[in-house]
């Protein structure tokens, strides 16, 4: 077997926790955890996404979503609604409770990640990137610039089917935030909680007449540089295309 692959089913398999009470953790040191979300600036302009409370979207019955449900590539030229793309942001890393408890699972409650998004087709929104405030439940625009759907989807390995789409949901890895808890056993944590993350949004889609299809195969360099992120401290780890379909 090729060292390389034998060293990555090794990632998989749960051999570490053998030495969880002998592993260097930061928690186990006293050290203070990181902060569960960036911050962002004082004078930022913050655009209101709809409460949940407020949220008349995404009532179908899960039997009936779970089996429609499907990577789907061909998107309809309808825009989301602002309602839409709320609940699609709730479903998926929104904070409901103050002890930052979300709809998705998380190991050691640790949510390590941030949700940018590149906004094509939304009612009331203007195109570009944006990142997802969790705990507000609000949006902030970063920028745009010409045909940047089209640049992401090239960066994606050329799937062009990705620049059609409404919404561009493009996540990224915090690992300290896990890492502080469950040293190098955080890696695996993370990976398995970017797919708790990923169907979420499969069924919130599929709940509100759109689709969605993951996308793991990218060019890390040059959609880290697309967010403005360092790559180390933070790099994206997945993204999704979402758009209504016929």
Known sequence: MKKQIKMQRNFLKAEKW????????DQKKGVSAPP????????AELIDLIPYDQLKVGDSSLKKIMKQRKSRRKYSDQKLS?????????????????????????AGDRHP???YLYINKVENLNKGIYRYLPVEHKL?????????NVKIA??????????????????TAVPYRSEWRYDVLAHKMIALDAGHLCQNLYLASESVGAGTCAIGAYYQQQVDAFLDIDGEEEFV???ASVGKIE
């Open 140 to 148: 902030i625009f970063i920028y745009n610039e010409d045909d940047l």
């Open 237 to 239: 780890i997945y993204l």
């Open 82 to 106: 602002l309602e839409e793309l709320s609940f699609l942001l709730w479903s998926t890393q929104a904070v409901k409770e103050n002890r930052n408890k979300r709809a998705v699972p998380s």
């Open 113 to 115: 990640f941030e949700t």
């Open 18 to 25: 053998i030495k969880w009470d002998d592993l260097d953790r």
């Open 154 to 171: 090239e960066a994606c390995r050329k799937q062009k089917f990705i620049a059609d789409s409404a919404v561009i949901f493009i996540w």
């Open 36 to 43: 569960m979300t960036k911050d962002y600036p004082e004078d």
